[in-house]
């Protein structure tokens, strides 16, 4: 059983950046893929990225490349989302999971979840 926690959200003035951070308690974490997602009110969860359990292999959706990058550190149990440029329509509560997929992009395929953090872009 993985526990996820994130950590980092926050209130930021559009054009800035944010680092999301997601702790894993598991030792085997660096066998997972690692999404992260976003739930806007009213909306469905949306994938926004994910990393290979290695580090090698990145992809985003279309609306963040370019300005969102997907990092981990498996020494620390830990993937990050760095943010950049954000916009209004950034502002979502984002998620971590874990999956054993290694390409798996819908939140169908993954098993494990953290509980969330907020992050509100103001114009």
């Known amino acids: 059983q993985v526990q996820l926690v994130e950590s980092g959200g926050g209130l930021v003035q559009a054009g800035g950046s944010l680092r999301l951070s997601c702790q894993a308690s598991?030792?085997?974490?660096?066998?997972?893929?690692m999404g992260w997602f976003r739930q806007a009110p009213g909306k469905e969860r949306e994938f926004v990225g994910r990393?290979?359990?290695?580090?090698?292999?990145?992809s985003y959706v279309d609306s963040v490349k370019g300005r969102f990058t997907i990092s981990r550190d498996n020494a620390k149990n830990t993937v990050y989302l760095q943010m950049n440029s954000l916009k209004p329509e950034d502002t979502a509560v984002y998620y971590c999971?874990?999956?054993?997929?290694?390409?798996?992009?819908?939140?169908?395929?993954?098993?494990?979840w953290g509980q969330g953090t907020q992050v509100t872009v103001s114009s």
């Open positions: 999971a874990a999956t054993n997929s290694y390409f798996a992009t819908s939140p169908r395929y993954y098993n494990y």
């Open positions: 990393i290979s359990w290695s580090g090698t292999s990145t």
């Open positions: 598991e030792r085997t974490f660096g066998s997972y893929t």
